[in-house]
């Protein structure tokens, strides 16, 4: 049932109005989405709590970065 221009906000369907989905689309993407690794500079870092991230391409887990100062 999920539209792709919905992406991870079709799960509310029509609910909360247009712009603050649009808003959840733009927040979920950096949460959920793949990040630059600062040690070995590959695109594999992920998400796995509030500021911790991890490496599944050199293992490696730090913290950092809890907010993004873009949105
Ligand atoms: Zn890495």
Do not use: T
């Amino acid at each position: 049932m999920a539209l792709k221009k919905l992406g991870s906000a079709g799960r509310f369907g029509s609910r909360y109005g247009r712009k603050i989905r649009q808003k959840v689309i733009a927040v979920e993407k950096v949460l959920y989405g793949k990040h630059k690794c600062p040690y070995c500079k590959k695109n594999g870092v992920k998400r796995v709590s509030n500021g911790i991230w991890y490496c599944n391409k050199c293992n490696s887990k730090y913290a950092g970065k809890a907010y993004d100062n873009k949105l």
